[in-house]
């Protein structure tokens, strides 16, 4: 896995952070830090899309984000679980996984800034 690959998870991790921030920040530092993430998450994918397929990118970024955000709810905030929810969270999953997979190996060189 190159450095690219490694950014968008990064990015999809701090998506799951940002998203919770979204639903329960309370005070301004946790709106404030909510904000932050947001903009480095962005930062994130859009500096990899330079590199990365931009179709695979943004669909590892939203499928990674969506099912860490149902587990996230879960674990940390005792969400019910409900087979189905799981069921389509691993299917998610497999897609995300199948174009990582089918994705061209050799990222796209450094292009003229």
């Known amino acids: 896995m190159n450095r690219y690959w490694i950014m968008v998870f990064g990015a999809g991790i701090i998506e799951v952070v940002w998203v919770a ?4 920040a309370a005070t301004p ?3 404030i830090g909510t904000g932050l993430a947001i903009i480095f998450s962005f930062i994130l994918l859009i500096y990899t ?3 990365l397929p ?10 990674l984000g969506t099912a860490g955000t149902v587990i996230g ?6 969400e019910p679980i409900q087979p189905l929810k ?7 999953l497999i897609g995300v996984i199948g174009l990582k997979i ?3 190996k050799n990222p796209v060189k ?4």
């Open 49 to 51: 899309t330079k590199f």
């Open 29 to 31: 530092l946790e709106w």
């Open 102 to 104: 089918v994705t061209d």
């Open 110 to 113: 450094e292009r003229d800034q």
């Open 54 to 63: 931009i179709g695979t990118v943004y669909a590892v970024f939203t499928g």
């Open 73 to 78: 709810e879960i674990v940390l905030f005792h």
């Open 21 to 24: 921030g979204l639903k329960y």
């Open 86 to 92: 799981i069921l389509f969270i691993g299917i998610l």
